[in-house]
């Protein structure tokens, strides 16, 4: 199945990301980790794109179109993906149209005041990406990836005010991709207030998966 995850900035995709791709044996491909290993190569992509990630605006549609569009013609997509952050312009999801036909968007539907809880207390692995939560989901040792030992640490873009610019673009650019997916009559709502685990079930409820 290929899938797109929609949602505001901390609302859970990357986290369920990880889980629904060990069920749907798919890859899960993510235009921010892209852009996050990028920048720690110090690679002419991770140079251009470092101020603009740190502020939290978005990465021009034509740099991302051309990366999302190069990492779906690789053979291991060609029977399904998900699609963590992109598209997240109304250009974006046109031009994938153009190379790729989705078969589900998943909305992940979460008030703001959650999105701040859930950002200003999560700590990333430096090493594998794995995110992990101050309250919500502790490593086993403190600032220590449970899964390849690598260090933890806050997000650049975790900030409050950097925070609030996410919020604030992801209302004015992305916002708009939920009606333009309904409208296609592929869109389907998962309550992403909850614990992981009952997140993991309404998404499997909704796609039957
Ligand atoms: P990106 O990495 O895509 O950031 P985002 O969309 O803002 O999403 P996040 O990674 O912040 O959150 P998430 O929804 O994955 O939540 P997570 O699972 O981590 O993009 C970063 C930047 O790259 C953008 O700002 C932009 O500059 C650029 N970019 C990327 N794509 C682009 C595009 N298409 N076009 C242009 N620019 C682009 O969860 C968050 C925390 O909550 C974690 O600590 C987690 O442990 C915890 N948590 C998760 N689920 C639950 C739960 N159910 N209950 C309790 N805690 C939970």
Do not use: W
């Amino acid at each position: 199945m290929k899938l797109i995850f929609l949602g505001p900035p901390g609302a859970g995709k990357g986290t369920l990301a990880a889980k629904a791709v060990e069920m749907m044996k798919v890859p899960h491909i993510s235009t921010g980790n892209i852009f996050r290993a990028a920048i720690a190569a110090q690679s002419p992509l991770g140079i251009k794109v470092k101020e603009i990630l740190d502020s939290g605006r978005l990465v021009d549609d034509e740099t991302t179109i051309g990366l999302v569009k190069e990492r779906l013609a690789e053979e291991d997509t060609q029977q399904g993906y998900i699609l963590d952050g992109f598209p997240r312009t109304i250009a974006q999801a046109e031009a994938l149209a153009g190379f790729s036909v989705v078969d589900r968007v998943v909305n992940f539907d979460i008030p703001d005041t959650s999105v701040v809880e859930r950002l200003g207390g999560r700590r990333t692995c430096r090493a594998c990406g794995t995110n992990f939560h101050i309250l919500f989901g502790k490593p086993k040792k403190e600032g220590i990836c449970d899964h390849c030992g690598g260090e933890l640490y806050t997000r650049d873009d975790d900030r409050e005010e950097a925070i609030k610019k996410r919020l604030e673009v992801y209302r004015e650019q992305t916002a708009p991709l939920i009606d333009y997916y309904r409208k296609k009559g592929i869109l389907e709502d998962v309550d992403a207030k909850p614990a992981v685990e009952t997140v993991v079930d309404n998404f499997k409820k909704c796609l039957e998966v």
